[in-house]
């Protein structure tokens, strides 16, 4: 998809969008972005997410908006510290 996002259970794509600019931004109309955004932060949703904004949150979280944290495969860093985290997803 060359950037965006994808939401997968069970081997199965629930929901997805393509955002090939910056790995940020459709090419789409915007009422076509927004439905696949809106249909990936509800298929978070139903596979548990808590977050309010999921897509949002990971966006801000893997970009420099926030210069002191980074989300790493393993979990995420602090960059002062350079502390590495693990993530938790339960409830």
């Known amino acids: 998809?060359?950037?965006?996002?994808?939401?997968?259970?069970?081997?199965?794509?629930?929901?997805?969008?393509?955002?090939?600019?910056?790995?940020l931004y459709g090419m789409g109309p915007a009422s076509q972005v927004v439905s696949e955004v809106a249909a990936a932060n509800g298929a978070l949703?139903?596979?548990?997410?808590?977050?309010?904004n999921p897509i949002l949150s990971l966006e801000v979280l893997t970009t420099s908006a926030i210069p002191f944290l980074r989300?790493?495969?393993?979990?995420?860093?602090?960059l002062r510290?350079?502390?590495?985290?693990?993530?938790?997803?339960g409830p």
């Not at 949703?45 to 309010?52: D, F, I, K, V």
């Not at 510290?81 to 997803?89: S, T, V």
């Open 71 to 78: 989300i790493i495969p393993a979990g995420y860093r602090r």
């Open 45 to 52: 949703s139903a596979l548990g997410c808590r977050w309010p």
């Open 1 to 23: 998809m060359h950037g965006g996002e994808a939401v997968a259970s069970e081997g199965k794509v629930l929901a997805e969008w393509a955002a090939p600019v910056a790995g």
């Open 81 to 89: 510290d350079g502390a590495q985290l693990g993530l938790e997803w």
